[in-house]
């Protein structure tokens, strides 16, 4: 079945998103009022600049090129949703206890899989899906969390090589290919 919203034939109408909070611990997690979708990846997979690209703003959510800039779950009310862009996991220029720090964190997050409507899985268009990536959507299919893969920075190929690496990292999700989006930062 072909969905026209999984291929971003639609259009997010946001007029003013804003910060509502970040949070170290489960006890700071907010209790969402509407629908939340979090964003998960890899360290500098592009997770704060997809948020940035849908709200229209350049600096809504903090974006760098070191990795491992996104250390707390960082809320952002869209108007009719709410994101979590939740901390990296894989690579990050930070020490082995904060790694730890964050996987902790990601696990109280998903613990309340009741609050959560949706996760963006964000990976580099260029590069193939890592162990940790194949973790997390083992994690997200046992706990029966719906997903949508989202490949960043597909402004690094050309369209014929972006068609050939949406169905390389389909095949090695077990996905269709309808169920990964590329995207650009840019567009």
């Known amino acids: 079945?072909?969905?026209?919203?999984?291929?971003?034939?639609?259009?997010?109408?946001?007029?003013?998103?804003?910060?509502?909070?970040?949070?170290?611990?489960a006890a700071q997690f907010i209790k969402p009022d509407k629908p939340m979708i979090a964003i998960a990846g890899k360290s500098n997979s592009g997770k704060s600049t997809l948020i940035n690209l849908l709200a229209g703003q350049k600096r809504l959510?903090?974006?760098s090129s070191e990795p491992g800039r996104t250390r707390l779950v960082n809320y952002f009310d869209f108007g009719s949703f709410i994101f979590a862009d939740l901390p990296g996991y894989g690579y990050a220029a930070v020490s082995k206890t904060e790694q730890e720090k964050w996987?902790?964190?990601?696990?109280?997050f998903f613990a309340k899989k009741e609050e959560i409507a949706h996760v963006f899985l964000l990976g580099d268009i260029r590069r193939d899906p890592s162990p940790d990536?194949?973790?997390?959507?083992t994690y997200l299919n046992y706990y029966i969390l719906p997903f949508t893969v989202i490949a960043t920075?597909?402004?690094?190929?050309?369209?014929?090589?972006r068609k050939e690496r949406v169905r390389a990292v389909a095949n090695a999700y077990g996905l269709g290919?309808?169920?990964?989006?590329s995207v650009s930062g840019l567009t």
């Open 61 to 63: 959510a903090k974006t």
């Open 103 to 108: 996987g902790k964190t990601l696990d109280a």
């Open 1 to 25: 079945m072909r969905t026209k919203c999984l291929r971003l034939s639609w259009r997010i109408e946001v007029a003013d998103a804003k910060f509502i909070t970040s949070a170290a611990t």
């Open 153 to 161: 920075k597909s402004d690094k190929l050309s369209r014929m090589k």
């Open 177 to 181: 290919i309808d169920n990964v989006i």
């Open 133 to 137: 990536d194949m973790q997390m959507v």
